[in-house]
């Protein structure tokens, strides 16, 4: 993986009011796409490194879903088939075909929605950090906090995480102090003081926002599982073996909705592969151009 200060923050475009970074090899020999949608409260810049080391052998696709980062909110108002419904169009609109559909944590419930809606364009799923069934069902069922209290108080840093605005000067601050990452981010990786600085600056600008809210105003009336079993194409899952929202209970429910056909938990990584082992999480993304 190339030093990080060899690498600029990804260049973007907008198109069907959809904000993106669209890069693929000189000599593209496959009309494979990686397609990567992001998190809760995140953007396309968590992918800052992976999505150009992604695209020197493939067309590479990383998007700000709708409501998130510097893409607004469907004029529709904002729920799971609107939000879905706009990333359709914007998919029409940039040609994409043979696709691999890469979403990490909460993306996941978009990601399943739109594989199971375009089983011609997304070939295979790979959610990273994406299955959350625990987490789902505590958010739908409030009253069961007090038997999980540790789940719900991740849970719960996750959504304020997603709520508060993050512009580029606060994230380098957070970026360039050890002990800023170590107070901030300790719910969300497994080693905030070894991160690199300048890869955390650039992922966490333009994050956080109120579609969050809007995020958990929805979620209770989502069932996950449903949305599991409406996937028919092969599944991948890759998440830090450190990871607070998930355990191997929540593999095994994906294993029996889904038909998961690669696995990886990596060794001393949070709920932010990307940003925490980028290498790791790049090498088995590439790995499903063999399967597609």
Known sequence: MPNRTTIPPLPTEFKSQIAYYDRAPDRRAEPTTYFLLHGLGNSLDFWTVVAPELAKARRT???DIPGFG???APASGFSLGTISDAIERFCTAIGLEEAVLVA?????FVAMNIAARQPSIFRRLILVDGTLTRAAELIQHPLRIPFNPTLALYVSAQFVGGL???NRSTANVVGRSRIMREITLWPFVANPGALDSALVSDA????????????LARAPSIDYESLMRGVSQPVDLVWGARDH????????????NMNVVRELAIADCGHWPMI???TELTNFLRLADRAI
């Open 245 to 256: 929202l998930m355990n191997e209970n929540d593999v095994k429910v994906a294993r029996v």
């Open 70 to 72: 510097r893409s607004p």
């Open 104 to 108: 990490h944590s909460l993306g996941a």
């Open 164 to 166: 508060l605005p993050i």
């Open 276 to 278: 925490e082992k980028p």
């Open 204 to 215: 966490l600008a333009d994050n956080g926002g109120l579609a969050a809210m809007r995020v």
């Open 61 to 63: 696709v990383a998007i």
